[in-house]
């Protein structure tokens, strides 16, 4: 009885890196039954049983895990590279200057923001589309914010980042109206987001990390008590809870009925909503703040 509890012991909490290794092959397995469309019955019996166990020791080794990854990123932090990259000006500068940081993010993503605005303004004159021009001009306001955070930057006052993060706030507000001119849109039209293949999947797990990575950073980065640091993180926030949307209404089209369009568009009011009243929570909550400090000279 006891060799075969301890057994038991070793299948459902073995160690780190074969549970790593164990979970990534049995949701890859379930990912290819679902991507690929297999049909063989013994396939599809062994990925979901595959998939379930990588579930069940995922939970089961969530700390060991995270203590694994820890203790990787320890090793790679002290590793002869990172110490030589931490030597140089710039490197140094990265690591320890969390503003400089920030900045390369923005900018970062105001790269991926011109893209976005290309090619949808791009696909909306094509093929002569509101939509895709409506979010074209909603990435162009993400663009103008970023803009507006990372504009003569260097040494800035208090007060200064106050006005910028109170006029982010109104941005926001005018970009909750367009956001939800599109989500009326998608409800009305019953449309959304389409993403071919497996890409769907890559834009679920990028979604869900975006968003994640989102909240904690808005909590992480208050106590820097920086208007602009957290004004960087609040438009992060913000699209990534549009990457949900967009992934949510992507999912209802590819592995929704066309029997129950009323559920779809039941789904994308309802996500829609929250995300409109969130944002506009946020811009309202940005404004309200910063005159305040504004006003009474808090800086």
């Known amino acids: 009885m006891t060799r075969i509890k301890n057994i038991l012991r070793k299948i459902i909490f073995p160690p780190a890196i074969p549970a790593v290794i164990l979970a990534s092959l049995g949701y890859f397995s379930v990912l290819s039954t679902a991507v690929f469309k297999i049909q063989n019955p013994v396939f599809r019996y062994f ?170 950073n808005v909590v992480k980065f208050r106590k820097h008590k920086s208007p602009m640091l957290s004004a960087a993180k609040v438009i992060n926030l913000v699209a990534a809870m549009v990457s949900i949307l967009s992934l949510e209404t992507a999912m209802l089209a590819q592995f929704g009925s066309d029997d129950d369009p009323l559920f779809r568009k039941a789904m994308t009011a309802a996500t829609g909503g929250a995300v409109c009243t969130i944002v506009i929570g946020i811009a309202i909550f940005m404004i309200v703040k910063s005159t305040k400090r504004l006003q009474k000279g808090d800086f």
């Not at 002569?128 to 507006?148: E, Q, T």
């Not at 003569?152 to 208090?158: A, D």
């Not at 001119?181 to 389409?194: A, E, H, T």
């Open 47 to 216: 990925s979901y049983g595959f998939s379930a166990y990588a579930l069940t020791i995922s939970i089961t080794n969530f700390p060991r895990i995270i203590s694994f990854f820890k203790l990787t990123r320890c090793r790679l932090n002290d590793s002869s590279l990172m110490k030589k990259i931490r030597e140089t000006k710039l490197g140094n500068r990265f690591f320890t200057d969390v503003r400089f940081r920030t900045e390369i993010a923005l900018y970062c993503g105001l790269f991926i923001n011109f893209l976005y605005i290309i090619l949808k303004l791009f696909s909306g004159i094509y093929y002569r589309s509101v939509w895709f021009i409506a979010l074209g001009v909603y990435y162009i306001l993400l663009a103008i914010m970023r803009f507006i955070l990372l504009h003569k930057n260097n040494n800035l006052t208090i007060k200064t980042e106050l006005k910028r993060y109170r006029l982010c706030g109104i941005i926001l507000l005018v970009m909750n109206q367009l956001l939800a001119g599109i989500v009326g849109f998608m409800v009305r039209q019953n449309k959304g987001f389409d993403y071919p293949g497996i890409l769907i999947y890559a834009m679920a797990a990028y979604s869900f990390y975006s968003i994640i990575c989102a909240v904690v």
